[in-house]
């Protein structure tokens, strides 16, 4: 009887000291951004037509009239967020500046507010630009058409804190520059829809500086990218 007790506290003393098994919890998700889209709602394609080259200015740029482009952001109902944007120009090697529109603001006659239209196939001379021109905005609804935001720094892509500009002013957008809504108290709008208007505004070169010997088509593009913050 004794020995065995020696055996039975003998196993007990081996369970005491033997290792425990390593386990563990792992965590993990994935955090998304909002989900929302962004989209010329008007004004995706603008087409001037035809224009007569014997109405071309000899002497200076022609403006041709404006035209209306709408930036819209819509997010999931729920989801409440702020936007910037900025614009890109795959054509501008062409840009040429030209004449402001209005009297306040940069915008047609500036070299970092204008988009390139292409050259002529025969002068080989920069056709012109076009420019956009800020004019109104809202968020969920609710309008602010005196005021948007802008920050010059635009190529950094993480501001939060946006300069105030009115739209009275006539400035047409940089590259690279950020621009936001502005809720009425002059911050960044938070919504869950957004939009953006802009004067669409091309400039054509002098006469002389473009061919009346064939047809000469001019086209650009502004890409828009749009930010979550």
């Known amino acids: 009887m004794r020995y065995s007790k020696y055996l039975i506290l003998g196993a007990m003393m081996a369970a005491g000291t033997a290792q425990a098994a390593n386990t563990a ?41 404006a035209k209306t482009a709408t930036l819209k952001v819509t997010c999931e109902p729920e989801t409440k967020t702020s936007i910037a944007f900025w614009v890109t120009d795959a054509n501008s090697a062409s840009a040429l500046a030209g004449k402001r529109i209005g009297t306040a603001g940069k915008n047609g006659d500036d070299a970092t507010r204008i988009f390139g239209i292409g050259f002529d196939p025969i002068t080989t001379k920069k056709l012109g630009n076009f ?49 936001t809504v502005l809720d009425t108290t002059n911050k960044p709008a938070s919504a869950s829809d957004f939009t953006f208007t802009f004067d669409v505004v091309p400039q054509l070169n002098k ?6 010997a064939q047809e000469v088509p001019f086209a650009g593009t502004a890409q828009f990218f749009v930010r979550y913050f």
Not at 156 to 173: D, K, L, Y
């Open 207 to 212: 006469k002389s500086e473009i061919t009346n």
């Open 131 to 179: 420019t956009l021109i800020g004019k109104t905005s809202s968020f969920d609804g609710a309008e602010n058409s005196t005021n948007f935001g802008y920050v010059d720094n635009g190529s950094a892509h993480n501001a939060t804190n946006f300069a105030v500009m009115p739209f009275s002013q006539g400035w047409g957008i940089g590259i690279p520059q950020e621009w």
């Open 25 to 65: 919890i792992n965590v993990q998700g994935k955090i998304t951004p909002p989900a929302c889209n962004a989209e010329m709602s008007v004004g995706a394609d603008l087409n001037w037509g035809d224009i007569p080259h014997s109405t071309l200015n000899a002497n200076d740029m022609t403006v041709l009239d």
